[in-house]
């Protein structure tokens, strides 16, 4: 069944329309308070949010929602994503609920919703809410003495910083590290750049001064450019980018060179493995990761298992089979002993605490591996289905042939964008980025 409301990661979309007015937002918090009251005692939701302008809107419209179908609403303000999956853990409730459209624009927002375990909603359970807000004759309202209550949480960044901390090595510390740290102006703002100097480093703040509008403006992880200008006009010693909901992060070496989400996995799993903590025989990326990646960890006889694009199918496979290392080469990295999702500071810290353990630049620890050429371009479409045009299957069918076993080729609409993702990888460059640039093209022409 096609999900209505639901992309790869929640609800999405421009704010002040679509499934992003307060009126959808408020019939969503009706839902999900529907689909989680079970029992008698009084239930709890905690929501965070990343610095958005229509986060106070939604974020009221959300709080409504829930308490008109009695549900207690505890409010952090602007937290990490993966924030709000620890505490809803953390604070025993029934639902958790994070207001962000992660690396978009400003002028996006989003709701994402985690369950009393605190991992992302399965598709089935999306489906449900779906239900309910294609029928609202399914909503119940509460009566009027259940009607939930209101609280802001005051303390929920710093229960958060002490968690983060707590997961780097005991007897280590970051001194004698310059660090560079890209907030993208999102929900990590303070807690990342507190919990880095709490633990010893040298912290240089960007992307620090959210105004509601600038969130992912030429900063994060989407743009690590000016991390990376910074890493070299300072001489840190690394620098590192998260998203707006700090859910994933890029890395720069001490030469100012970005090192991706791949690396990264390629970095931990190793690492890991080589004192015995890596669980699964291997870990889980999607089908987005290069093939150098699965290279590499068959030198190390490990395996890579791919998902579908999402970290939530990711986690999925993680928790069915045992693994406790995934993640996307975007840089959403999930470390299952320490979070139910994608968290860009807890793996920023992981890389942190294998730097000091060889003690050695960045640059030399970091690039794990010689990843293959790789081009990744996107065409926009206004509706219709690109792929099923007769032209675009000829060329797609062309093109594998002539990767054949030297490389990949990954077709697929987006989960949050009207537009289709081209993929192509090979040992080859001048003929992977050939083959991308004909199917781009034979996919515009079916489109427009």
Known sequence: MT???????????????GAMTADMVLKIGMAAGNLYRRGSHRHRVVIGKDTRLSGYMIENALTSGLLASGMDVFLFGPVPTPAVAMLTRSMRADLGIMISASHNPYA??????????GYKLSDEQELDIEAM?????????????????????????????????????????????????????????????????????????IGNEPNGIN????????????????????????????????????????????????????????????????????????????????????????????????????????????????GEQSGHIVLSDFSSTGDGLLA??????????????????????TPLPQILKSVKFRQGAPLEDRHVSAAISDAQARLGNSGRLVIRPSGTEPVIRVMAEGDDEGLVAAIVDELCGAIAKAAA
């Not at 996006?108 to 375990?117: A, E, L, R, T």
């Not at 920023?348 to 591996?369: G, H, I, M, T, Y």
């Open 3 to 17: 999900r209505k409301y639901f992309g790869t990661d929640g609800v999405r979309g421009r704010a002040n329309s």
């Open 348 to 369: 920023a810290l992981q890389v942190l605490a294998e730097v000091k353990r060889r003690d050695k630049p960045v640059s030399d620890v970091c690039n794990v591996f």
């Open 133 to 205: 807000l294609d029928d609202p004759g399914k909503l119940s309202l509460a009566a009027s003495p259940e009607i939930g209550r209101a609280k802001r949480i005051e303390d929920a960044q710093a229960r958060y910083i002490e968690f983060a901390k707590r997961t780097f090595p005991k007897d280590m510390t970051l001194d004698g590290l310059r660090v560079v740290i890209d907030t993208a102006n999102g929900a990590a703002y303070k807690v990342a750049p507190t919990a880095l100097w709490e633990l010893g480093a040298e912290v240089i703040q």
């Open 215 to 326: 969130i992912n403006d030429g900063c994060g992880s989407t743009h690590p450019e000016a991390m990376c200008a910074r890493v070299k006009e300072l001489r840190a010693d690394i620098g590192i980018a998260l998203d707006g909901d700090a859910d994933r992060v890029i890395i720069a070496d001490d030469q100012g060179r970005v090192v991706n989400g791949d690396q990264l996995m390629a970095l931990i799993a190793s690492s890991w493995a080589s004192r015995g903590e890596l669980r699964g025989g291997g870990l889980v990326a999607t089908i987005m990761s290069n093939l150098g990646l699965e290279r590499f960890l068959a030198t190390e006889k490990l395996s890579l298992v791919r998902t579908k694009v999402g970290d939530r199918y990711v986690v999925e496979h993680m928790r069915a089979h045992g693994y406790n290392v995934g």
């Open 108 to 117: 996006d927002n989003g709701i994402k919703i985690f369950g009393p375990d």
